[in-house]
């Protein structure tokens, strides 16, 4: 992994945890994820008619990535309108690198070298440390609806981790596989919201508009960036590289929803820094 391509995963990673606390911070998760997929979609229409259509190949794996990630947006409402944004956001980040690690080898036939292999188990060690740990004080009982919701999600973002890594490569253009991914994907959510709420959804998205579409904005940056890095490197290492936006979702839920960091946190943050460096080592 060269200095590059670990920069645009880390860039990806402030920015996918700025997306996501700007949809924690809509009260209505419906309205939040209308607004932020249908304006992805309306963005990556544009860039598709900039962008050179992806290869036929890569078709199966867009269409299997829209149903995932509509999959994934259900179950990150879910868990979001059930916990805190500082405990929900680590754990879906923090199960996916596990799952993709094993995943890569067995269904890409990627090899981890033995620092790679150890960074990313020492990175996802501290990931599951940052969730689990410090949640709103020593003496409070897990909410396990919120926290299987939470570990769904992450399974959901291991499943179009894989096949977008699989997808991208394939399609010859990573510009027009994620404009295309966001049409595909951004106009199921949207389409459920008018026929759940009716007349009433204009009036409920008003309010919203600005967020929704900053997020939509901030959501494309943050995937385009991460499926350019995985034409330059292998999955399992980005994945868990990836996931270092678990810090900065933890110091969101401290700084602006209030929510408890704590000291275990922060050991678990640095466990996590150093896997890091152990997988850097091994690029």
């Given at each position: 992994m060269t200095v590059l391509?670990?920069?645009?995963?880390?860039?990806?990673?402030?920015?996918?945890?700025?997306?996501?606390?700007l949809a924690h911070g809509i009260k209505d998760q419906l309205?939040?994820?209308t607004l932020i997929a249908g304006g992805a979609a309306v963005m990556g229409a544009v860039m598709a008619c900039f962008a050179p259509v992806p290869?036929?190949?890569?078709?199966p794996y867009l269409v299997a990535s829209a149903l995932l990630h509509v999959g994934y947006q259900a179950l990150l409402m879910r868990s979001f309108s059930l916990g805190d944004f500082?405990?929900?956001y680590p754990i879906a980040r923090g199960t996916a690198p596990l799952?993709?690690?094993v995943a890569a080898v067995v269904f890409v036939g990627e090899h981890l070298g033995a620092w790679q292999a150890a960074g990313v188990g020492v990175a996802s060690a501290g990931l599951v440390g940052v969730a689990l740990w410090g949640i709103k004080g020593s003496g409070t009982r897990p909410h396990w609806p919120a926290i299987a919701a939470a570990l769904a999600t992450g399974l959901s973002i291991a499943a179009?981790?894989?096949?977008?890594?699989?997808?991208?490569?394939?399609?010859?253009?990573p510009v027009g596989y994620i404009a295309w991914l966001m049409v595909l994907e951004g106009l199921l959510v949207p389409a459920y919201a008018v026929y759940a709420r009716r007349g009433a959804l204009t009036a409920q998205l008003r309010p919203h508009v600005g967020r929704g579409l900053l997020g939509a904005a901030m959501s494309i940056a943050a995937y385009g960036l991460v499926l350019w890095a995985q034409t330059r490197a292998p999955l399992a290492p980005i994945a868990a590289l990836r996931e270092s936006s678990i810090i900065v979702g933890a110091a969101i839920?401290?700084?602006l929803f209030k929510e408890r960091f704590g000291a275990p946190r922060i050991a678990a943050a640095c466990?996590?820094?150093l896997g890091i460096g152990l997988m850097l080592k091994a690029g």
């Open positions: 391509v670990a920069a645009a995963v880390l860039a990806a990673a402030v920015t996918h945890a700025g997306w996501n606390a309205v939040a994820f290869a036929a190949g890569a078709w500082g405990q929900m799952v993709v690690t179009y981790t894989v096949v977008d890594g699989l997808g991208v490569r394939a399609s010859g253009t839920g401290a700084l466990l996590m820094v």
